[in-house]
């Protein structure tokens, strides 16, 4: 059965250099992506992602091993460098000139999702190489000799290796408005089936037209039926297995296992659930279009209805609906008391 929803990072198209490679999940070999695109993004020892920008998408990311140095520079002749550590995200708006490098003795393995489904890329390299060395040389007020050494192309670098040594401004270390701790950011839920840290604009306020969630399900945790009124869904199954199964609006149902390095895609308003298919922690980082993402669960909602529409509604027995435990607010997490379905 071919998933629609689901895509294997491993079989995405890769561009690999001698100091790094960039996986992509883009709507060309991911059609049902909408709004959103996602890179795997691993930089060798002394590895360096070039300067670029990106012009029709904002850039959210999370390393998740390794350290990394970002530096900026945005409009207004503003200029900032941030370390980035395992655990903790970034954020860089649209059109800001940046590069990221490892700082780390062995490889950053960092994850970036975009807020367009077709990233538009620019890099430094490419740039220079699309003006004549006159045109340079106009530029900087020197003559156009002094840019025939360069090797130039407007084939953009991508990764390459740094030369000399790191230079990091003590500055770097200081707290920014673009990087949010994730990890040791507190549970806003916790439940006994597991938990879930936040990053959203009430605790992240640079955050404009992203979001990213932490999720952890234990081997009895399930992420109740729910769906999200205004926002699409992007996940990156960081460690476990498990389980998800999709409605779309023709009634077709899509249920498939997925597994560490797997990522997904819900759009706007379609009702899923997650659910942890070992008894070792099902780790989900979530992403999503919205910076203050909602979702209407099940155990809050169905019965805000009366018995009466819904005994109409699902020709239940007499007393079903209201023998059923009733919620009034979300449960979002739930503990597991039945084995497990069979997947078909």
């Known amino acids: 059965m071919t998933v629609s929803h689901l895509f294997h990072l491993n079989e995405a198209h890769t561009r690999l250099t001698e100091w790094g490679k960039r996986i992509i999940a883009n709507k060309r070999n991911f059609p049902v992506l909408q709004g959103m695109s996602f890179y795997r993004l691993i930089l060798y020892p002394n590895g360096i992602r070039e300067p670029h920008w990106h012009a029709n998408a904002d850039e959210l990311g999370y390393c998740l091993t390794g350290k990394v140095l970002i530096s900026l520079y945005e409009t207004g002749n503003v200029k900032k460098k941030f ?25 950053s393995d960092l994850i970036l999702q975009f807020s367009h489904e077709e990233p538009e890329d620019f890099a430094l390299s490419s740039t220079f190489g699309m003006f004549t060395d006159a045109v340079l040389g106009n530029t900087w007020g020197v003559a156009s000799d002094y840019f025939k050494p360069l090797l130039r192309s407007t084939e953009e670098v991508l990764i390459t290796l740094r030369k000399g040594n790191h230079l990091v401004p003590r500055s770097a270390f200081y707290p920014s408005p673009n990087r949010f701790n994730l990890d040791q950011t507190p549970p806003l839920i916790t439940r ?87 008894e070792e922690t099902l ?24 018995n009466e529409v819904l005994d109409s509604t699902l020709s239940a027995p007499p007393n079903f609906f209201t023998d059923l435990p009733t919620y009034y607010e979300d449960l979002f997490i739930v503990d597991k008391v039945n084995p497990l379905d069979r997947l078909l």
Not at 83 to 99: D, K, M, P, R, Y
Not at 244 to 263: A, F, H, Q, W
Not at 292 to 299: K, R, S
Request: glycine share 10%; charged share 20%; with cysteine.
């Open 83 to 107: 370390i980035v550590n395992q655990g903790e995200a970034f954020l860089i708006s649209s059109g800001t000139l940046h590069s990221i490098e490892n700082m780390s003795e062995e490889a």
């Open 192 to 278: 006994d089936g597991g938990s879930a840290k936040l990053a959203r604009q009430s605790v992240w306020p640079a955050l404009k037209n992203q979001a990213i969630y932490s999720l952890e399900l234990k081997g009895t945790g399930m992420r109740e039926p729910h769906w999200h009124p205004e926002t699409a869904e992007l996940g990156f199954v960081r460690k476990g297995k498990g389980r998800m199964s999709i409605l779309s609006p023709k009634g077709c149902v899509d249920t498939y296992e997925m597994n560490e390095g797997d990522i997904y895609f819900i759009p706007k308003a379609y009702p899923h659930h997650i659910e942890n298919l070992t």
């Open 283 to 306: 780790h989900l980082l979530i992403f999503f279009d919205q910076p203050m993402p909602g979702d209407i669960g099940l155990t809050g909602s169905v019965k805000s209805f009366s």
